[in-house]
């Protein structure tokens, strides 16, 4: 069975950072884009940061600059910096990937369980 399993988040207060991280596990093919989402109380999951499998990163504008998405396609690993964070930032924050499981036709799209994230002072 695929998962994945994120781990990094906490409080931070403004202007700090914090690192993200998520592994995916199991029996895996192969694995496509990889990113990151948010989703504030009463608002919509979003997209913070996206990486495809040859490394090509987008950004949501509002992050762009301050957080730096990467993966490491040996250890099927994503991992999200996030410098000069902002209370705006808090959020429950979410890994993705598109996964092609062993001995399955086809690709899913995974979830993490999510990390809070909290930026206050």
């Known amino acids: 069975q695929v998962q994945l399993v994120e781990s990094g988040g906490g409080l931070v207060q403004p202007g700090g950072s914090l690192r993200l991280s998520c592994a995916a596990s199991g029996s895996i093919r192969s694995i496509g884009a990889m990113g990151w989402y948010r989703q504030a109380p009463g608002k919509q999951r979003d997209l913070v940061a996206r990486?495809?499998?040859?490394?090509?990163?987008n950004y949501a504008d509002s992050v762009k600059g301050r957080f730096t998405i990467s993966r490491d396609n040996a250890k099927n690993t994503v991992s999200l910096q996030m410098n000069s964070l902002k209370p705006e930032d808090t959020a429950v924050y979410y890994c993705n990937a598109l996964i092609s499981p062993l001995g399955v036709r086809g690709t899913g799209d995974y979830w993490g369980q999510g990390t809070q994230v909290t930026v206050s002072s």
């Open positions: 990486i495809t499998s040859g490394g090509t990163t």
